[in-house]
């Protein structure tokens, strides 16, 4: 299983504009591609230096294939909103992990 993470950090301004936009539309519309069979969103609750609100959401797929024909087939569409949304804003940055155990 590998779960790609994707660690957000949000500026006051426009956080409760982007929170409405992650929970109601961007985090279906990413599993609306079919490629990821669940997602998660939580709080990191270290603070920043840089202020704003940081926010972990990690979507659940099958393999590094799936998850590569996610970049080449949808990743440039989806960013391309957030990116329009909230520019500087907000800051995000994309982490690949291969689950090992749970206990």
Request: cysteine-free.
């Amino acid at each position: 299983m590998i779960l790609y993470n994707v660690t957000i950090n949000i500026h006051e301004s426009v956080h409760d504009q982007w929170m409405k936009w992650m929970q109601e539309k961007h985090i279906g519309e990413v599993l609306a591609t079919g490629k990821f069979s669940a997602a998660r969103m939580v709080k990191v609750l270290v603070e920043e230096d840089m202020g704003g609100t940081t926010y972990s959401i990690q979507y659940t797929t099958d393999s590094k294939e799936t998850l590569q024909r996610y970049y080449d087939e949808d990743a440039p569409r989806l960013r391309e909103e957030g990116l329009q949304l909230f520019g500087d804003k907000m800051l995000a940055f994309r982490t690949e992990l291969e689950l090992i155990s749970e206990h």
